[in-house]
């Protein structure tokens, strides 16, 4: 007897059933002359062949005999009865010794009913199998079974069914049972075949289907290509658009909203009331940079070369750009923060916008956002609008025709909100690193990358600036031009782009340096050289004219004939006084194109102690008029009954001009100080700094510029806030040379350094 140890396999008794030799691997073994009965044993899991165990064995199993061994090396075998497996043993090689006990089945099947059955499992089978090609062959083998279990020992290998619902097979007693629980996996099978069979069908025809599309397609663009290049001028718009869409390098989101609105444009034509928006959207859209542009090397040596060729000065604002330049030389990308350039007019914060871009070998882009309140603007407006139109941040991006170029966002100070809408909002997402890599614009509604732009914003001032968009950016200060810098930047800069603009040769002007400096010194009156500019360009014009009518003259310029040349009297400043007072101060004030000094005046006139303010003061000013007025009450009680049985008038001459700030406290307290003492101030002394209750100066912003206004006027002495006393860094030399600058912590210093009260 051979024992065929077998796993996944559904054999069941009284079949005949062919085995493949692999199955038989102890078969040679066998002696010719013995009984060739087998008994299959099922084995609980496919593991088991490699190292059988008595427990790897289920306990029931077939017994069978050999009939045939045919020359493809199939094995008939003939199933008898299940036998119960009641002892085993392994010996050397694996070889399988057992005893083995019959189980006989219950025999209680309808033999008509059974036929019936049969009949109709071979009707399914060969319905199944006459789809494919080989269903003819298997037809017979159909037809010559006999029994449920012989169909399905004969198909054991191709059943879905578990290796434990195969083995339950043999468990069942009842004949009528097994039969059916036959009859449901075979049917179970030829479902699950049939749906698999559709499915690969289905798909199949599917794949077909699109390998045609693709394929026609291909001809298709292969022809329109040919056509194309023999009639470029036929190109229709549909396939100019196609063809631009194609080679843009968009998003998908982008490429599924270009490709949906142009079969708009394909379904409706040209007829169409909405082909010219929908025409517009597309040549804008198609038109942008899409395509990541490739960081460049810096040079860094070189990028400094060219911010010194094109600005002089600037020594602060130079190394921070360069710092930025290095970051992004060292991380090859756009990285760093978002630099705001905050200072005066005309003192090079939007042209070295330009100078940045040139050092980094960049697209320069410059948005004004001067008086913008519709936050549309920024934004964009939506298609459905009439006239809808990109915001100015992806239109600049679409003029510059690269998606890195160096964008300059102009007057973000004079940004203003409005019922359409906060603009300065709208810019949060634009200038922040971590969200504007999805920037979505209303009017194109595709998220567009913004990560690889440099932005710089310049301001006047950064009062007016939205506090959350300010904290987005670094402040960087554009302090005034001394008088030195300014007639630097005028020869090396104004004047030689004057003599061009105008067609003037150098040697047929000549500005003496004398006339140069008066025309800084008393023509124009600003810490930047936007109006040194155009007294220059005035001159230019004027040579102009006289070298039109005689090609050979030559025009210089002296300073006896500025006044001439120029038509203006030179500017009014104000200078120190003449002789000093009781309760006039001389003071320091910052303005948005640069420094100034202001006088602060007091007296007592008789009344009943009303305190009246002149001079268009605003509302901290007027707070800073209060508390000097008590801290003057504090220090000096005995002249108390000086403000009950007078009224106080204070005035800051230039009345038509608004004033406003705190830096003006301590001048105020020591004009008042000055008044009730009878001291007078040396109108060479000049002070700046904000006064609280406690008598402590405070720190003030500024300090360039109002130093400057100092020298300008005449100043000799400045009396600035300790706490400013690190800004003095920020002064170019040859102002701090020309000044004594106290710095001070409390009114007594001040007071002191007057005179008004006695020094320790």
Request: include cysteine; hydrophobic fraction near 35%.
């Amino acid at each position: 007897m051979i024992a065929i140890p077998v796993y996944n396999m559904l054999i069941a008794p009284n079949s005949s059933i062919f085995l493949g030799t692999q199955q038989f691997k102890n078969l040679a073994e066998r002696d010719p002359e013995e009984d060739e009965r087998v008994i299959f044993l099922f084995l609980k899991d496919e593991g088991g062949k490699e190292q059988m165990t008595p427990e790897s064995f289920y306990p029931i199993g077939v017994s069978g005999v050999i009939r045939e061994i045919n020359e493809d090396n199939y094995v008939l075998v003939r199933t008898n009865e299940r036998v119960h497996i009641d002892e085993i043993h392994i010996g050397l090689r694996q070889k399988i010794e057992l005893s083995s006990t019959v189980i006989t089945d219950i025999n209680d099947i309808n033999p008509d009913e059974e036929k019936k059955r049969l009949d109709k499992m071979k009707s399914a089978l060969i319905e199944f199998t006459a789809r494919f090609q080989w269903g003819a062959v298997v037809r017979n083998y159909i037809s010559q079974w006999k029994t449920m279990g012989e169909i399905a020992s004969s198909m054991s290998l191709w059943l879905t069914s578990s290796p434990e619902e195969k083995y339950h097979a043999l468990e069942i007693d009842s004949l009528t049972e097994r039969n059916q629980f036959l009859e449901k996996i075979l049917y179970e099978y030829i479902e699950m075949s049939s749906l698999t069979s559709k499915a690969a069908s289905a798909q199949e025809t599917d794949y077909r289907k699109a390998y045609k599309e693709d394929a026609i397609k291909k001809q298709m663009n292969f022809l329109q290509k040919e056509l194309d290049e023999l009639h470029p001028e036929k190109v229709s718009d549909i396939r100019q658009f196609e063809i631009k869409i194609q080679e843009s390098g968009m998003n998908e989101t982008a490429r599924a909203e270009a490709e949906k609105v142009l079969n708009r444009v394909r379904q409706e034509g040209k007829n169409s009331p909405e082909y010219g928006m929908l025409y517009d959207y597309l040549d804008f859209l198609t038109s942008l940079s899409w395509k990541k542009e490739e960081m460049k090397s810096i040079d860094l040596a070189e990028a400094e070369k060219i911010l010194n060729a094109d600005h002089y000065g600037l020594k602060k604002v130079k190394r921070r750009i360069l710092q930025q330049i290095a970051v992004m030389s060292l991380n090859q990308k756009q990285s760093g923060s978002i630099l705001l350039f905050v200072g005066a007019p005309g003192t090079g914060k939007t042209s070295i916008g330009r100078s940045i871009a040139q050092a980094l070998d960049r697209k320069y882009v410059r948005v004004s956002l001067g008086g913008v309140r519709d936050e549309a603007d920024i934004r964009g407006h939506r298609r459905t609008y009439i006239g809808a139109m990109a915001g100015r941040i992806m239109d600049g991006i679409h003029k510059s025709g690269v998606s890195n170029p160096v964008m300059v966002l102009d007057e973000v100070d004079k940004l203003s909100s409005s019922y359409n809408g906060d603009p300065g909002s709208a810019l949060l997402e634009v200038l922040d690193p971590e969200q504007n890599n999805t920037f979505t614009d209303h009017y194109l509604n595709v998220p567009y990358d913004l990560s690889d732009i440099m932005f710089i914003c310049t301001a006047n001032t950064t009062d007016t600036i939205p506090e959350p968009l300010l904290n987005r950016m670094e402040v960087i200060e554009f302090n005034g031009y001394t008088a030195t810098e300014k007639y630097q930047i005028a020869e090396r800069h104004l004047l030689p782009k004057a003599l061009e603009t105008m067609g003037i040769k150098e040697d047929q002007l000549d500005i003496t340096e004398d006339a140069m400096k008066s025309i800084i010194s008393e023509y124009t009156m600003e810490a930047g050289v936007r109006g040194l500019k155009k007294r220059i360009d005035t001159l230019c014009r004027y040579a102009a004219v006289e070298l039109v009518k005689n090609p050979d003259s030559h025009v210089k310029v002296e300073p006896e004939k500025l006044r001439e040349f120029l038509d203006m009297r030179p500017i009014h400043r104000d200078h120190i006084l003449e002789r000093k007072k009781p309760g006039i101060v001389t003071g320091l004030a910052w303005t948005k194109a640069g420094g100034d000094i202001l006088f602060i005046e007091s007296v007592f006139t008789k009344g009943d102690g009303k305190i009246i303010i002149t001079g268009q003061l605003g509302d901290v000013m007027k707070e800073s008029v209060q508390i000097a007025v008590s801290l003057v009450k504090a220090m000096f009680p005995g002249k108390a009954q000086l403000f009950k049985d007078n009224d106080l008038h204070i005035h800051v001459p230039e009345g038509a001009v608004p004033k406003d700030g705190p830096s003006a406290g301590i001048t105020l307290t020591t004009a008042l100080s000055s008044l009730v003492t009878g001291k007078a101030v040396s109108p060479e002394i000049a002070m700046t700094g904000e006064v609280s209750l406690r008598g402590i100066v405070m720190p003030i912003g500024g300090l360039p510029e109002k130093l400057m206004a100092a020298v300008r006027s005449g100043i000799s002495t400045v009396l600035i806030p300790k706490e400013n006393e690190e800004d003095l860094k920020d002064v170019p030399d040859e102002i701090k040379e020309q000044l004594t600058i106290i710095p001070v912590d409390n009114v007594d210093k001040v007071l002191k350094q007057t005179g008004i009260i006695k020094a320790d």
